[in-house]
């Protein structure tokens, strides 16, 4: 059971998201940016009032380090299918756009499929093994390990009344923590299927910004002339 767990998780997750794009994809896409807002926030008020106190008063939170690099981790994981579905991930498209039209759809799709590939390969490599490369690993398995193990995180501690009135362990548990590598990883593939699947229909372009230089150059092209 602890060995599908992970992709019960991930499945779910976006089980949900899909339902709820179909139903409503404005309000996904704002739960999407208040998400990332919140932890960039989280960051920033952490960081801040460490500062504080460590210069003003000579104390501070010693799980402040590991909190805040737990939540960066967090915002990458999740903010990258957000890129990804947004298409603001940059790249340089001025070689594909040199070719036809079908050609130029072909590439877009298979940039689409490399990135799935990606995720897929790091959710877990096994399945790598039809192919006779001989590996193993990933984000499912660590999770997993984690959840079996149940190591506790370094300094990130609970504090004591949530530990007497609920029973928890003294530490943070660290697959609390990575549970955004099942959920972060699984809806960038998720979002690549999208885009290929878009890409197909000529719903969208490309999974990248790569013209986003040109039309930078385009809308200050008053200013570059004076």
């Known amino acids: 059971m ?4 992970p992709y019960l998780i991930m499945g779910a997750v976006i089980a949900v998201f899909w339902i709820a794009e179909r139903r409503n994809p404005d309000s996904v896409t704002r739960f999407e940016e208040t998400a990332l807002a919140v932890i960039l926030a989280l960051i920033t008020l952490v960081s801040f009032s460490q500062v504080v106190a460590r210069y003003g008063f000579n104390s501070g939170w010693s799980g402040a380090l590991e909190f805040t690099r737990i939540l960066f981790a967090w915002m990458i994981l999740f903010g990258m299918s957000y890129g990804l579905k947004q298409g603001m991930h940059l790249g340089v498209d001025a070689l594909l756009r040199l070719f036809p039209k079908k050609l130029f759809r072909f590439f877009a799709i298979f940039g689409a ?3 799935f590939l990606y995720a897929a ?4 490599s096994a399945w790598l093994g039809i192919f006779g490369v001989d590996t193993q690993g990933g984000a499912m398995v660590y999770w997993s390990k984690m959840y079996q193990v149940g190591i506790g995180l370094d300094d990130l501690r609970y504090p004591e009344w949530m530990q007497d009135t609920f029973g928890l362990k003294e530490r943070v548990q660290r697959w609390i923590a990575y549970l955004i590598l099942p959920i972060g990883l699984g809806l960038f593939g998720f979002r690549a299927l999208q885009a290929m699947v878009a890409i197909w229909r000529g719903e969208r372009e490309m999974v990248i910004a790569g013209h986003e230089a040109e039309e930078l150059v385009a809308e200050n092209r008053g200013i570059l002339k004076d």
Request: glycine share 0%.
């Open 2 to 5: 602890t060995a599908i767990l």
């Open 113 to 115: 499929f490399c990135a």
């Open 121 to 124: 390969i790091l959710i877990n």
